[in-house]
């Protein structure tokens, strides 16, 4: 009798299946085990001992947030609070948040919440990008606090006539129709003073997120390197 090839026995095939499933299964699990951990948001007891997270916790809203090139990594990465020189936060220099810079972690949490209800009841994602997730249709809102147009020197701080990034961002999103900046204008929404308020501290936080450089390019298209 003729011997059987392994690869027309189904025995062998049906073992490998198991194999590969099983295998399949555990590195699952491991993966979802560590994403989770990466993208736990952290806490102000993190901040102020220097502990990087992929997810600031809420009180980074009292820090200065850059965007700054790593060498290492290849492309840029939030700063917080100043660049030790090597590419790393610092977690020192602040910078006040709506006339405060000092935030407590209850109050900075419960005002993230509230930005980020706003942004789903407004359904934001449904022109505009956050995170990967939405639109194209409109601007992507993950690095908008670093955008240099709502900077000191950007148009759009002139536009609104205000003092500080957050209080131009604040009134733009209440009165979008007030400040036109391009052909697809942002509708009136109806949102409120505290709800802008919540949804631009939102937008600070998910400035300060370690993306992996998402989303590509911004730096260049938009000149944001460093904040400028």
Same mark, same amino acid.
């Given at each position: ?15 490998? +299946?198991?194999?590969?499933?099983? %295998?399949?299964?555990?590195?699952? !699990? ?49 700063? !917080? ?76 701080? +002139? ?8 209080? +131009?961002? +604040?009134? %733009? ?35 300060? !997120? ?19």
């Amino acid at each position: 009798m003729a011997n059987k090839s392994v690869w027309s026995d189904n025995r062998f095939w049906q073992r490998s +299946a198991a194999w590969v499933t099983g %295998f399949a299964s555990v590195l699952l !699990i491991w993966l979802t085990f560590d994403t989770s951990a990466q993208i736990s948001m952290g806490n102000d007891a993190d901040l102020q001992n220097g502990v990087t997270k992929r997810v600031p916790g809420p009180t980074v809203i009292n820090y200065k947030i850059t965007y700054e090139m790593s060498q290492k990594r290849g492309h840029e990465v939030p700063i !917080i609070g100043g660049n030790d020189g090597k590419g790393m936060s610092l977690f020192q220099e602040k910078e006040t948040f709506f006339g405060r810079d000092d935030w407590s972690e209850e109050e900075a949490a419960e005002l993230l919440h509230l930005g980020k209800l706003g942004t789903q009841a407004k359904n934001c994602m449904n022109c505009h990008t956050l995170l990967g997730n939405g639109a194209y249709y409109a601007p992507d809102l993950t690095k908008a606090w670093l955008d240099p147009a709502w900077g000191p020197n950007g148009s759009m701080q +002139a536009m609104t006539g205000k003092d500080t990034k957050e209080e +131009a961002m +604040a009134e %733009f999103l209440q009165h979008p129709s007030q400040y036109p900046t391009h052909e697809r204008m942002m509708p009136n929404l109806g949102i409120t003073a505290e709800e802008a308020k919540g949804i631009v501290a939102f937008l600070k936080h998910m400035s300060s !997120i370690d993306t992996n450089g998402f989303p590509r390019n911004f730096a260049k298209i938009q000149g944001a390197v460093h904040g400028k």
